[in-house]
């Protein structure tokens, strides 16, 4: 079998990268995030400035793996300068605030792993890129990252937040239904607020239009960014470049299915929208926003029920939280699972002293407490 080779070009050189992109999708196992859905409209809002660098992996002449690679220059504490390097992010918090998961490099079935080792092997050693740091933003287990060792000389720092989700295919069959399944205060809480409303009374519906999609959008972003502003937090639209990231996605993919956006009423009181992606079969909840005039009530509780509800009739396999450890995200999911935030570190006496700095840090805390 011939080997991989790699290639790294600026994007204004990668010809045809959209059609490229999409063939090579239907040749591999991968997530949304990696879908040219989200990855072209990302392109989108990066600024001029950003300078995107295309990574390519080529078998012979097949195509068998594709990447973004954007470079940022950082200083820690006003003295530790860092050429990074970034995998389908830029650097800029205000962008990355759309918070891409199940990140890594798009490879052909049955590359994967070999397309990511001759990848770091290349973007070590022929000095075509330079950098110091590699950020890789929201990988899962699933991403085959190849252990450091001597050939890549590289130091790993890895900071993990747990996940969750739900496997679905199990709750098809009569015998099982996904509500008795829960824990004992889950289903008191679920019931209690389906007895309040009145079963007849709730109702769940998809935006059947990208012009109602739009419109829910809007009012989910306005309930959405009051709830967290009141708290003295800025939202997850807090702006322009990301409201417009959102606007075109739902542009460019609502037709294809992937864009949901779920409204739950009961009655004519509305409990709150849900924003997800729905990409072969595996649901990937993205933002939420509800009424809290009876937080009592567990309105995202409800929500996010009556939606699993909805996927398990729609024959879903996966209705998946993403990354955050929170309480209805633990009540509601039947598995656990880890999201990884890499920083690939090359071998540079200011990181050393750096390092040596936060230690003698955290002896001097520990010491006066």
Same mark, same amino acid.
């Given at each position: ?90 650097? #800029? ?32 050693? #022929? ?47 009569? #015998? ?194």
């Amino acid at each position: 079998m011939q080997a991989i080779r790699i290639g790294v070009i600026p994007l204004g050189e990668a010809r045809d990268l959209a059609a490229q992109w999409l063939d090579l999708q239907a040749r591999s196992r991968h997530s949304f995030f990696l879908s040219w859905c989200w990855i072209g409209r990302w392109l989108e809002i990066l600024p001029a400035a950003a300078d995107p660098l295309v990574l390519t992996a080529h078998r012979g002449r097949e195509l068998v793996g594709l990447a973004i690679l954007v470079r940022n220059s950082l200083r820690r504490h006003g003295i530790v300068g860092s050429k990074t390097l970034y995998l389908h992010e830029s650097g #800029d918090p205000a962008i990355d605030d759309i918070m891409i998961e199940h990140n890594g490099i798009l490879a052909c079935c049955g590359a994967e792993t070999e397309v990511w080792r001759q990848a770091l092997e290349t973007l070590v050693g #022929d000095g075509a890129v330079e950098w110091d740091e590699f950020c890789l933003a929201g990988v899962t287990d699933d991403c085959p990252l190849p252990g450091m060792d001597d050939r890549t000389g590289l130091r790993m720092e890895k900071h993990t937040r747990p996940a969750y989700r739900i496997h679905l295919e199990r709750f098809r069959s009569g #015998d099982r239904d996904y509500l008795s399944g829960l824990g004992k205060n889950t289903r008191a809480r679920i019931r209690k607020a389906i007895r309040h409303y009145g079963e007849d009374e709730l109702r769940l519906e998809s935006a059947d239009s990208r012009d109602r999609c739009h419109l829910w959008l809007a009012e989910l972003r306005k309930l959405h960014q009051d709830h967290w502003q009141s708290k003295g937090h800025n939202g997850a639209f807090s702006n322009a470049a990301i409201i417009r990231f959102h606007e075109d996605l739902i542009d460019t993919c609502f037709d294809t299915g992937t864009i949901e956006l779920l409204r739950i009423s009961a009655g004519p009181n509305l409990l709150g929208y849900l924003y997800n992606f729905v990409y072969q079969d595996h649901v990937y909840f993205y933002q939420s926003a509800f009424t809290y005039e009876r937080p009592e009530l567990s309105p995202g509780l409800l929500c996010h029920y009556l939606a699993i509800e909805h996927y398990i009739e729609r024959n879903a396999r996966v209705y998946d939280f993403l990354a955050g450890d929170n309480r209805y995200k633990r009540s509601l999911a039947s598995e656990q699972y880890d999201v990884h935030w890499v920083l690939l570190q090359r071998d540079r006496l200011r990181f050393r002293l750096e390092r040596l700095m936060q230690l003698a840090n955290h002896i001097l805390f520990r010491k006066q407490f």
